[in-house]
């Protein structure tokens, strides 16, 4: 009988794969490791988490809803809507071609949420109102290098702005939607990335870029004001270099809502919307 071994051939494997309906790509997907990591990849690429209510437990869907009757090896975007279940640590572990993972509700501060080691995560978090209300921590993966912060202001006040710990390799982070915030809680907001700016990361901000006349009367927008917010408090620092501070500066954008989805192509559905058509 001849054999073909499958990483001589990735052109004829990749065409099998393509070829073979749900079934006959079931049945492959118990013949090895790779190829069951390959078969989940093309049939599982996203996943939805969802607790079970007061009882505990978890149970896994593929994005129509459809209960998943194992871990899929090969998924790449893990939705955890709600708040997170308890479950086995090495369940987590089965998420070995984790790419993104996308967080609302309790799950964006929730420490375990932190357990899985995707590349990008995406939050969708609503800042809590009134008065006396502290702000959260919102936990990162430590593998997280692209952070997408989708935040909702509804009437918070300075003390209730989030905090975001957990990822010492962080190289860029996108802000979404600021304008609907006084711009004193987005720059107290933007204030916590400045060591990574001026470490080498970017920051930036997608939003309108709306008038700020009411703070001094001057006809100055939003991102000049922001940008000038970020740069005195980087001059601030014992140890900044003026040449330094130029170049975080550089590093800090803010595009339009329209800019931000061009510059996405493929991946702006992923990042930009909650929850995302199965």
Not at 100 to 128: C, E, N, Q
Not at 190 to 200: A, T
């Amino acid at each position: 009988m001849t054999t073909i071994d499958h990483t001589a051939y990735p052109a004829i494997i990749d065409a099998i794969l393509a070829h073979t309906d749900v079934r006959g790509l079931m049945a492959l997907r118990t013949t090895s490791k790779a190829f069951k990591q390959r078969v989940d990849a093309q049939l599982f690429p996203r996943a939805v988490f969802h607790a079970r209510g007061s009882s505990g437990g978890y149970v896994l869907t593929d994005p129509a809803g459809a209960p998943l009757p194992f871990a899929p090896s090969g998924v790449r975007v893990l939705d955890l809507p709600g708040e997170l279940a308890d479950g086995p640590v090495g369940y987590w572990s089965s998420f070995s071609s984790l790419e993104a993972l996308r967080r609302a509700g309790g799950t964006v501060t929730d420490r375990r949420s932190a357990a899985f080691a995707p590349a990008t995560v995406v939050d969708w978090y609503d800042v809590p109102p009134g008065p006396g209300v502290r702000g959260q921590y919102i936990y990162l993966p430590p593998t997280t290098q692209r952070y997408v912060l989708h935040i909702s202001w509804r009437g918070a006040r300075p003390e209730a702005i989030p905090r975001v710990k957990g990822a010492d390799g962080l190289r860029e982070v996108v802000i979404v939607r600021p304008e609907r915030a006084p711009p004193q809680l987005v720059a107290q907001l933007s204030h916590q990335f400045l060591p990574l700016m001026y470490d080498g990361g970017e920051l930036t901000i997608v939003g309108q870029d709306v008038s700020i006349y009411e703070l001094d009367e001057s006809p100055e927008g939003m991102r000049e004001w922001l940008a000038a917010q970020l740069r005195t408090q980087l001059m601030r620092k014992s140890t900044a270099q003026p040449r330094k501070v130029d170049a975080a500066m550089a590093r800090f954008r803010w595009l339009s809502l329209a800019e931000w989805l061009a510059e996405l192509g493929d991946t702006a559905k992923m990042e930009s919307t909650w929850p995302e058509p199965g």
